[in-house]
T-cell receptor, first 116, second 109 residues
Framework: NAGVMQNPRHLVRRRGQEARLRCSPM?????VYWYRQLPEEGLKFMVY????????ESGMPKERFSAEFPKEGPSILRIQQVVRGDSAAYFC??????????????FGPGTRLTVT | GIQVEQSPPDLILQEGANSTLRCNFS?????LQWFHQNPWGQLINLFY???GTKQNGRLSATTVATERYSLLYISSSQTTDSGVYFC???????????FGTGTRLQVFP
């Protein structure tokens, strides 16, 4: 059973370019979360999505960042006009359909974005 | 918002030693998970433990939700245990994980 997949694993962008990070959840999971880890820090929540819906984007910067999880295909985190401060590891997690309780989140290997 | 504090921040052990890592949180939670981030940056799920005790090989964890803390026990540590250990909690009424500050563990042969 394949885990959460992210690509690319490493991405280098020059200032001002766009970065697109992809995440395919585990089979059977319909909930996706994105987290960012700045160097030498813990992970910080960015956004929580279900298919075609953004449920909670309270951790997303107001400008330049967007996320989607279309009906078909992977979830995409897009960063427009990247700046050096966007350099970080971006992790995606998925969980199964939520019922009455919380469910374990499973994390992908991350995408390491470097802005030069 | 909820505060998640881990102690100690740094831990240096010789191979074979045992250790206990602590995670305190300031409010009610639906979920608590422990992770190991290895030196290559990969995040490995260790335990999903909103309450009670679980064991997996040399690792075990206990969460006392009513007293708002969790403990991770590592026995007979190995050099491959090196890395950063994070606890993360899901505050009641939300669906996002809030990560603690981490404990950096170094195990020497």
């Amino acid at each position: 059973n394949a885990g959460v997949m992210q690509n690319p694993r490493h991405l280098v962008r020059r200032r001002g370019q766009e970065a697109r990070l992809r995440c395919s959840p585990m089979k059977g999971h319909s909930h996706v979360y994105w987290y960012r880890q700045l160097p030498e820090e813990g992970l910080k929540f960015m956004v929580y999505l279900q298919k075609e819906n953004i449920i909670d984007e309270s951790g997303m910067p107001k400008e330049r960042f967007s996320a989607e999880f279309p009906k078909e295909g992977p979830s995409i985190l897009r960063i427009q006009q990247v700046v050096r401060g966007d350099s970080a590891a971006y992790f995606c997690a998925s969980s199964p359909e939520l019922g009455d309780g919380a469910y374990e989140q499973y994390f992908g290997p991350g995408t390491r974005l470097t802005v030069t | 918002g909820i505060q998640v504090e881990q102690s100690p921040p740094d831990l240096i052990l010789q191979e074979g030693a045992n250790s206990t890592l602590r995670c305190n949180f300031s409010d009610s939670v639906n979920n608590l998970q422990w992770f190991h981030q290895n030196p290559w940056g990969q995040l490995i799920n260790l335990f999903y433990i909103p309450s009670g005790t679980k064991q997996n090989g040399r690792l075990s964890a206990t969460t006392v939700a009513t007293e708002r803390y969790s403990l991770l026990y590592i026995s007979s540590s190995q050099t491959t245990d090196s890395g950063v250990y994070f606890c993360a909690v899901e505050p009641a009424g939300t669906d996002k994980l809030i990560f603690g500050t981490g404990t950096r563990l170094q195990v020497f042969p």
